[in-house]
T-cell receptor, first 113, second 115 residues
Framework: GESVGLHLPTLSVQEGDSAVIKCTYSDSASNYFPWYKQELGKRPQLIIDIRSNVGEKKDQRIAVTLNKTAKHFSLHITETQPEDSAVYFCAASIAGTASKLTFGTGTRLQVTL | DSGVTQTPKHLITATGQRVTLRCSPRSGDLSVYWYQQSLDQGLQFLIQYYNGEERAKGNILERFSAQQFPDLHSELNLSSLELGDSALYFC??????????????FGPGTRLTVL
C-alpha cells in the first residue's frame, strides 16, 4: 500500500524566514496531495492541496510543489509568523480508493521571534 | 469551523468498556471518514462510509465498528477497550461520489482516555 514519509520531525525557523517541509510518497498512482496544519489539541485544517496534473500551487504565503518523477512534494511557507507554529501533516491519496488519505507522521514547525 | 461536528469532546472510561463516538458531516457531504491519532503520532485511517455504505477500510481493529445512518451522521463504536486505545479520534467528511479523491474536512475530534 501507499506510504508517506516526512524528512524532518521538527523544523525551527526565525520569524520572517521561509520554511520548506518535504514529503515523499511511494505509490506512483497517487494523484492528490493535501497539507494539513494542526495546532495542539485542535483538528487538522487543510491549508493547501495539489493534484498530480499540476506542478505548483500557491495561496498567499503558502505554496506546494510536486515532483512526480522523484515522488515528493513540498510545502513552502514564506515570511513565517509565530502563528505558523504547528504540526504540519502531508498526505496522499490514489484515485479509485475512495479518497482514503495516507498521512505522514508530521513535522513540528517552530517559528521563533 | 469546518462544519463537521463530533460528540462528545472528551470521554474517560475504563478498560473493557464500550463507547460510541458520533459525527455529523458538513451539509451536503455524503462521505464520512474516521481517523485515530495517538500521542505524537500521525493520523491513521480507520474506515470510510459513503451514503450509508462502507467504502474503504484501513487498520481498524475487530473490536471497532462503525456505521452511517440515513441522515448521514456516523457512529464509531469501540468495545473491549484497552489502554492503548486512548487517542484522539477524528471524523472527516467530503462530498464523495467521485472516483477522484476530494477534499476532506475534519471535525474537532473526540479525546478518548481509557484508564
Amino acid at each position: 500500500g501507499e506510504s508517506v514519509g516526512l524528512h524532518l520531525p521538527t523544523l525551527s525557523v526565525q520569524e520572517g524566514d521561509s520554511a520548506v517541509i518535504k514529503c515523499t510518497y511511494s505509490d506512483s498512482a497517487s494523484n492528490y496531495f493535501p497539507w494539513y496544519k494542526q495546532e495542539l489539541g485542535k483538528r487538522p485544517q487543510l491549508i493547501i492541496d495539489i493534484r498530480s496534473n499540476v506542478g505548483e500551487k500557491k495561496d498567499q504565503r503558502i505554496a506546494v510543489t510536486l515532483n512526480k518523477t522523484a515522488k515528493h512534494f513540498s510545502l513552502h511557507i514564506t515570511e513565517t509568523q509565530p502563528e505558523d507554529s504547528a504540526v504540519y501533516f502531508c498526505a496522499a491519496s490514489i484515485a479509485g480508493t475512495a479518497s482514503k488519505l495516507t498521512f505522514g507522521t508530521g513535522t513540528r514547525l517552530q517559528v521563533t521571534l | 469551523d469546518s462544519g463537521v461536528t463530533q460528540t462528545p469532546k472528551h470521554l474517560i472510561t475504563a478498560t473493557g468498556q464500550r463507547v460510541t463516538l458520533r459525527c455529523s458531516p458538513r451539509s451536503g457531504d455524503l462521505s464520512v471518514y474516521w481517523y485515530q491519532q495517538s500521542l505524537d503520532q500521525g493520523l491513521q485511517f480507520l474506515i470510510q462510509y459513503y451514503n450509508g455504505e462502507e467504502r474503504a477500510k484501513g487498520n481498524i481493529l475487530e473490536r471497532f465498528s462503525a456505521q452511517q445512518f440515513p441522515d448521514l451522521h456516523s457512529e464509531l463504536n469501540l468495545s473491549s477497550l484497552e489502554l492503548g486505545d486512548s487517542a484522539l479520534y477524528f471524523c472527516a467528511s467530503s462530498v464523495g461520489g467521485s472516483r477522484e479523491p476530494d477534499t476532506q474536512y475534519f471535525g474537532p475530534g473526540t479525546r478518548l482516555t481509557v484508564l
